[in-house]
């Protein structure tokens, strides 16, 4: 079994609001990952997550907050978004670093709309 | 700055044919290449792995790397429309596993 599983499927939210979503793996994976993903362009790594710890912030503005409440859930917090950071948001998982053969496994994505 | 390049397309080939999608990387030390395949408005799909020179067959797709030229590519055999996608090329060395995307090539195969 390689899924990962995220919530909601869609979402969209004013630039007031706050919202959080939601990523799930029982694979037993110690890297957790989220990508954002603009129309025709490859996904852009946001954050890494390894052994529940941040590992990875990719510069990402103040406004997307990243948590890891144990090894199989991750979470990012949306706050005072923006329009341009309506996109594509991508949870993915991996065995961990190190592993020499480390494999991420993407699950469906939540479409975010920032209006 | 790790590079993946990989030409964006779109790649015709008429159904039954073999696609062929290329795909180079600047970083010598990379490890690990991985092919995904990506619908219109869905999340990257795993189609092949391959970690060593050589070819890696799986039922109609053939991942082949050869790391002194610094090339990988995917070759999907009796192409079929619904094979219709964006190939995306992707590599990691063998630290903390981060993924250096190409920009995708778009394939579509014509019934």
């Known amino acids: 079994d390689t899924e990962v599983t995220q919530t909601p499927k869609h979402l969209v939210m004013g630039m007031t609001n706050k919202k959080s979503l939601k990523c799930e793996q029982h694979?037993?994976?110690?890297?957790m990952y989220w990508y954002k993903q603009k129309a025709k362009k490859p996904p852009e790594l946001m954050f890494v997550?390894?052994?529940?710890?941040?590992?990875i912030n990719e510069s990402v503005p103040s406004r997307f907050s990243p948590e890891c409440p144990n090894s199989s859930l991750l979470n990012l917090h949306l706050h005072a978004l923006q329009p341009e950071d309506s996109a594509l948001y991508l949870c993915?998982?991996?065995?961990?670093?190190?592993?020499?053969?480390?494999?991420?496994?993407f699950g469906p994505g939540t479409r975010l709309t920032v209006l | 700055q790790k590079e993946v390049e990989q030409n964006s397309g779109p790649l015709s080939v008429p159904e039954g044919a073999i696609a062929s999608l290329n795909c180079t990387y600047s970083?010598?030390?990379?490890?690990?290449f991985f092919w995904y395949r990506q619908y219109s408005g869905k999340s990257p799909e795993l189609i092949m792995s391959i970690y060593s020179n050589g070819d890696k067959e799986d039922g109609r797709f053939t991942a082949q790397l050869n790391k002194a030229s610094q090339y990988v590519s995917l070759l999907i055999r009796d192409s079929q429309p619904s094979d219709s996608a964006t190939y995306l090329c992707?590599?990691?060395?063998?630290?903390?596993?981060?993924?250096?995307f190409g920009k995708g090539t778009m394939l579509l195969v014509s019934p």
């Open positions: 997550y390894s052994y529940e710890k941040l590992s």
């Open positions: 970083d010598r030390v990379s490890q690990s």
């Open positions: 993915a998982s991996s065995q961990g670093p190190l592993t020499g053969t480390d494999t991420q496994y």
């Open positions: 694979m037993g994976h110690r890297a």
């Open positions: 992707a590599v990691t060395d063998s630290g903390y596993s981060t993924l250096t």
